[in-house]
């Protein structure tokens, strides 16, 4: 069998860190090659060898059974391998047609040649059925239509091995759907695919080999097609994890949470970003808003929670009106925000862990005496808050937030909030960026906190988070509610209509 | 807490070095001695003006007569900073220092008494306590300028070259400022009395800008003087002439500046109101060598001991020569002429003139 | 454990202040030393030594020097430093200090109705309060119109100095020097027989007041709520919104605070009974802007700023004595400068400190 991609026991370290240990990784000629790992696993270091942004210390690497030396991207160019990073590297006022071509103009006495460039590209968009307008301005377009780009840029290059860092974090459902046929279709050119994902869903749906690492260390190959998903998340963690959230009902009928006809208004662009929402979230319950990003979650829970002014509509926890309480009353009163963005918002990042434990409650006469911190009160609080939700840290409560992993902040977040022993937790997008151990103890958090009696407001853009975590799916498409959804009787397909607005059942609650 | 030791142990590490140093050098004593030391007032050396003028007598008299010399830059302008200055050039070895201006009265005062074996010259000033009362001990010479004749020679070698619209643009009204503009005044008065212009031919507008400051407000008012018909301001307070040249480089009048030889600022300068600054300082620090240092006195440098004069060989007249120069000069050293100073009137209009109409502008 | 030895001083937080602090004045005393060599070579080994001997080579007078010169940028070094705490870049200090030196003069001269012994407090407090007057507003105009710090701080610079010099023509003018004039003895700081100790007469109780100043504010910043709201603030303004912190209020304070302090470094300077008077210039005071230096150099910490206040004012009387050498006197000044300069690369040196160890850390973490 013809191996496209050979690296042999590559090892690369960082100072006396190593990120790549000894690695062997071969990817056959034609076949969708998944390249599974938790994050930190080196999954990227490994694939930024083989494109040349890192020199590795030891091992070799043969490409098309020709050993070569790969110092920066331009080689890896040359030899025909191209990546789609996780975040684009687009220019957002360059045309598509501009961004496709740069880095590769054809030129004529120094001129741009484009219509040349541009038949290319219609030819290729239309052997891969990558529909694109060439003309539209990267600003313009879709998520979807960006990764395209960055696609059609590979295959303009001529490109035969191509990489895709976690390609799917940023697509809808039918958007991945799409995606796994467009990559098979390139397989079936003579394309070879490097597939970079933590999701197993997607390598059963789409590879036909996958690659485990863990922490560094080549774990093993195996053929998607007789393994299991078990088996795989076995390999990547280390451990067995458990896909099926067990929950028992307990959902009431009583009300926490009311939101009446919320409206929220873009003070530049003046659009309603959020418009005419009302719904109620009840005791016992987990109620998820599930959408594609930017149809006005975020400035509907941000609207909540305080962070943003309201336009109008009315706010009521256990039917008192808070819409006008300030965020430290709402606190009081019994409100928890898992914020969408736990550095930005969620966390001071340069405050120590102890410090950041009493975010909302450092002015209590427990955690303060005469304007005083009490800094012994303070320590044991972060203490006990570290034993009983396992957050991990070089050097305990004294650790600045900003050197602590991704899960671990969240699990100081999550710790903190759901101490404090309020009525309702709202969480946005709790689990991103966070691996499966991380994502598994959140989940089991929330799920408690439900059945201990509080309702959870869950707004979520991972469609498995939403199918599994949720008792009451609501979702939302340009600022407004066009679905309530019961997750036991829907599907992800569903679901996706609704989100890309395909589907609409007219909701109102009042 | 644990932040508390950061810059306390960078400043311990240079401690510990400057420990090595003490020793370094203690074997290779300063080789900068200098047995004439100038403090420089808030200026640099080359301001033009006292610093320089009194430097320049300095590096004469100490090339000539081969003695080391130095000067030293305060650290701030303040009474307690020139007397560490004057502290820093006496343990350099300095028998003499020359002070150029009055704002070495208060430090003078003090040191005069802590250094009773170093000399002290000051410039324009009397050593006093901080209550004006002059207190010249036996080390100390106080040197002023007969201000009055300078601004008479100015007054009078303008009208004599024709000049009939004049301007006197004074800083602050100061002693040595208003001598300036009186004597300005009343050598205008004698050249057009010898000249039999009528009576109010010559008309002087007369004002201090309240600073010494070269300022866009002093420049716009030169400016509408110029505007006005003036055809020379007298511009007779530090950096306000810089204000006046301006001006007139634009309205193509001209200057006369003042205190040294300013010909060099601008085209614009037809002469300057010397006082001799270069001379004094050289003279006092000959006397000193040749042990005749007159400890004690305040002196006045008049015309008799050419402390003022007009730098005749770089001024721009078409008709005053320098025989007329010579003339005039020596009238005033005979005394010939009763120049009223700044004790003698209330203000420039109470100056008894009747050829020149004196227009006092506040 | 070899290992984390290695990296101990590196992986402590005043470790890392520590040796950027150091590289910092290590690399500016170098350049300082290559321009001694451009100017003299002969002379710069023994030159560049005094430098470093700043106020050690002088006795008890050399230090009292230092500390005289340290009050007024130890205490603009703490304002700078505090707003920047809050996540404010304070620039007036400048407007501030001359507002509070105004006022401190301006009591110090009039209200001679004043009991002897209160006469200086009252002057110093209202040079608190002038200069708080002076901080709040660019505070209320950020907190409220969204206007940004630096730029009305600035104009507040220019305002504070040109109204000074009206005020100091219209009240209180020495027309002879173009200067304000002398104030009554009961207004000086007293000495308290520290002007003995140290053999020069700038020395007064003027230097523990600023030790005060840095104890207080040290301890507002580490042990208070308030504190820890200024910093949160300063730190993540949108963390602390989620917190519930009413920001608007803690911009204002953090403003006034800071404003207070320059002018009490004003105030501490102009009363110092050290001949100094406030000119009629149109010059922005130097002491604020120098401020700024220290408090990079001290990387906003109040014991850090103490200590680079020293430092600096180290160096000044360091360059008073190096005209024992052959320099020109203005050669000193760049030097001192440079020096300067290169102190608040400190800041630098810590990101790059981090960097290294960030880098490190993740590879002793996944071991």
């Known amino acids: 069998m013809e191996y496209v991609i050979e690296m042999n026991h590559i090892t690369k370290e960082f100072g006396d860190f190593k990120a790549v240990d000894d690695v062997t990784f071969k990817v056959k000629k034609g076949e969708i090659h998944a390249l599974l790992g938790e994050n930190g696993a080196g999954k990227s270091t490994l694939m930024s060898i083989l494109f040349g942004l890192y020199q590795a210390e030891n091992g070799d690497i043969s490409i098309n059974e020709k050993p070569v030396k790969i110092n920066n991207p331009n080689d890896a160019n040359d030899l025909g391998i191209g990546m789609v990073h996780q975040h684009f590297k687009l ?72 990489i895709f860092d976690e390609p799917t974090a940023v697509l809808t459902q039918q958007e991945i759907d799409e995606l796994m046929k467009i990559m098979k279709d390139m397989t079936e050119e003579g394309k070879s695919i490097v597939f970079i994902t933590h999701k197993l869903n997607e390598i059963k749906a789409a590879a036909n080999r996958c690659s485990v690492l863990r922490k560094g260390k080549y774990i093993g190959t195996v053929d998607v097609s007789v393994t299991s998903k078990e088996e795989m998340s076995e390999m990547m963690v280390g451990r067995k994890i458990s896909f099926v959230i067990n929950k028992d009902e307990c959902t009431s009928e009583e009300p926490v949470l009311k939101v009446q006809s919320l409206t929220i208004t873009n003070k530049e662009t003046k659009k309603d970003k959020v418009n005419n929402v009302s719904f109620n979230v009840n005791k016992g319950e987990i109620l998820c808003i599930a959408g594609i990003d930017g149809n006005g979650q975020s400035e509907l829970v941000q609207g909540i929670t305080g962070l943003l002014p309201l336009t109008s509509g009315k706010i009521l926890l256990n039917n008192e009106d808070v819409t006008k309480s300030s965020i430290r009353q709402k606190c009081i009163a019994g409100f928890a925000h898992i914020p969408e963005d736990r550095q930005k918002y969620g966390l001071v990042l340069d405050y120590s862990l102890k410090e950041n434990a009493v975010l909302q409650t450092y002015y209590e006469p427990k955690f303060q005496k005469n304007g005083f911190i009490k800094f012994d009160a303070v320590k044991e609080y972060a203490k006990k808050l570290i034993d009983e939700f396992d957050i991990r840290s070089s050097q305990g409560e004294d650790s600045v937030v900003r050197g602590m992993s991704g899960g671990n902040q969240q699990k100081l977040i999550v710790a903190r909030e759901i101490d404090r022993d309020p009525d309702i937790i709202i969480a946005v997008q709790p689990t991103r960026g966070l691996d499966v151990g991380a994502i598994e103890y959140i989940h089991k958090q929330l ?60 909701y109102n609650e009042a | 807490m644990k932040k508390l030791g950061i810059i306390a142990l960078a400043l311990m590490l240079i401690l ?22 100038l403090i420089t007032d808030v200026g640099t050396i080359d301001d033009k003006s006292f610093n320089q003028g009194a430097w320049e007598g300095v590096v004469a008299y100490a090339e000539e007569a081969n003695k080391t010399y130095k000067y030293y830059k305060p650290s701030e302008k303040s009474d307690d900073a020139y007397l560490t200055s004057i502290d820093l050039a006496v343990k350099a070895g300095a028998k003499i220092i020359v002070c150029p201006g009055f704002l070495f009265e208060v430090p003078i005062f003090n040191a005069q008494d802590k250094y009773p074996d170093v000399r002290f010259i000051i410039l324009d000033g009397n050593p006093h306590a901080g209550d004006w009362v002059p207190v010249v001990k036996d080390n100390t010479l106080s040197i002023f300028y007969a201000e009055e004749e300078a601004g008479f020679l100015a007054g009078y070698a303008a009208v004599k070259d024709g000049y009939k619209n004049l301007g006197f643009m004074g800083g602050i009204a100061v002693p040595a400022v208003i001598r300036f503009g009186y004597g300005y005044i009343q050598g205008a008065e004698v050249a057009a009395q010898e000249l039999g212009l009528a009576d109010g031919e010559v008309k002087v507008k007369y004002t201090y800008v309240g600073n010494f400051d070269a300022t866009p407000e002093n420049m716009a008012k030169a400016a509408a003087w110029y505007n006005e018909g003036t055809e020379v301001i007298f511009a007779c307070g530090g950096a306000v002439g810089n204000s006046v040249m301006k001006a007139a480089e634009t309205a193509k009048t001209k200057v006369i500046g ?53 730098p005749m060989e770089n001024s721009k007249f078409e008709k005053f020569s320098q025989a007329d120069y010579d003339a005039v000069y020596g009238k005033i050293v005979n005394k010939e002429f009763e120049i009223v100073g700044d004790q003698d009137v209330e203000g420039p209009k109470e100056i008894e003139t009747q050829k020149v109409a004196v227009e006092e502008i506040n | 454990m070899k290992h984390k030895l290695k990296f101990s001083l590196m992986n402590s937080s005043w470790g890392v202040s520590f040796i950027s602090a150091a590289m910092a004045i290590f690399i500016g005393l170098l350049f300082g030393f290559i321009i001694l060599l451009i100017s003299n070579s002969r002379e710069a080994v023994p030159g560049f030594f005094a430098i470093l001997q700043g106020g050690f080579a002088d006795g008890a007078k050399g230090i009292g020097d230092m500390l005289y010169n340290a009050i007024p940028i130890i205490l603009t070094g703490l ?61 209320i105009l950020k907190a409220y119109y969204n206007v940004h710090e630096v730029i009305s701080s600035i104009m507040m610079n220019y305002i504070g100095m040109y109204l000074v010099n009206i005020l100091i023509v219209k009240n209180i003018h020495d027309k002879i020097k173009n200067q304000s004039l002398p104030v009554a003895k009961t207004a000086i700081i007293p000495k308290a027989g520290l002007d003995k100790i140290f053999e020069t007469n700038n020395m007064n109780i003027g230097i523990l007041i600023a030790i005060l100043a840095v104890i207080v504010i040290y301890i507002i910043l580490s042990k208070t709520t308030l504190g820890y709201e200024l910093k949160a603030c300063g730190l993540s303004p949108t963390a602390s919104k989620y917190a519930g912190i009413n920001a608007k209020n803690k911009i204002i304070l953090s403003m006034l605070i800071a404003g207070a302090l320059s002018g009490l470094g004003g105030g501490l300077l102009y009363l110092a009974g050290s001949g100094k008077y406030l000119q009629v210039v149109d010059i922005l005071a130097p002491q604020g802007f120098a401020g700024i230096s220290v408090a990079l150099l001290g990387m906003s910490n109040p014991i850090g700023i103490l200590f680079a206040g020293l430092f600096i004012a180290h160096l000044t009387v360091g360059g008073v004595n190096i005209q024992l050498y052959s320099f020109a006197p203005e050669v000193i000044d760049i030097i001192i400068s440079a020096i300067i300069y290169c102190g608040a690369f400190s800041l630098l040196f810590k990101n790059i400190i981090l960097k290294i160890n960030k880098r490190s850390s993740r590879q002793e973490a996944s071991k």
């Not at chain 1, 484009?114 to 052997?127: D, F, G, H, P, T």
């Not at chain 2, 004690?296 to 440098?301: A, F, M, P, R």
């Open chain 1, 91 to 162: 220019v957002h006022n360059f045309t598509v047609l501009e961004s496709i071509v740069l880095g590769k103009e054809t030129t004529k006495n120094g001129f741009l040649k484009m219509e040349e460039a541009r038949n290319k590209i219609n030819k290729l968009s239309e052997q891969y059925k990558l529909k694109i307008d060439p003309d539209a301005r990267i600003s313009d377009i879709t998520v979807g239509m960006q990764q395209r780009v960055e696609i059609l840029k590979m295959l303009y290059r001529d490109n035969d091995i191509l």
């Open chain 1, 447 to 506: 799920i408690a906190q439900r059945c201990t009696g509080k309702a959870v407001l869950l707004v979520s853009f991972d469609l498995d988070e939403v199918m599994n975590v949720s008792d009451r799916i609501l979702v939302m498409y340009e600022g407004e509610i066009v679905g309530d959804l019961n997750p036991k009787e829907t599907t992800v397909q569903e679901l996706g209509l609704y989100m890309s607005g395909t589907k609409r059942s007219v």
């Open chain 2, 16 to 37: 510990s070095l400057s420990a090595c140093a003490k020793e370094q050098a203690t074997d290779t004593p300063a080789d900068g001695t200098a047995e004439i030391a």
């Open chain 2, 258 to 310: 003042v205190d040294v030889d300013q010909s060099a600022e601008s085209e614009t300068v037809i002469t300057s109101s010397m006082k001799n600054l270069t001379k004094s300082v050289y003279d006092a620090l000959k006397l000193f060598y040749d042990e005749k240092f007159p400890g004690g006195e305040i002196q006045v440098l008049d015309a008799t001991v050419n402390g003022v004069q007009l």
């Open chain 3, 79 to 139: 304002s700078v430093g505090f707003a920047f705490k809050t996540g404010l870049f304070n620039i007036g200090a400048s407007g501030q200090f001359t507002m509070g030196a105004f006022v401190a003069i301006f009591i110090g001269i009039k209200w001679t109705f004043l009991p002897g012994h209160l006469h200086w407090i009252v002057a110093l407090t209202g040079a608190l309060i002038a200069g708080a007057l002076w901080g709040l507003l660019p505070g």
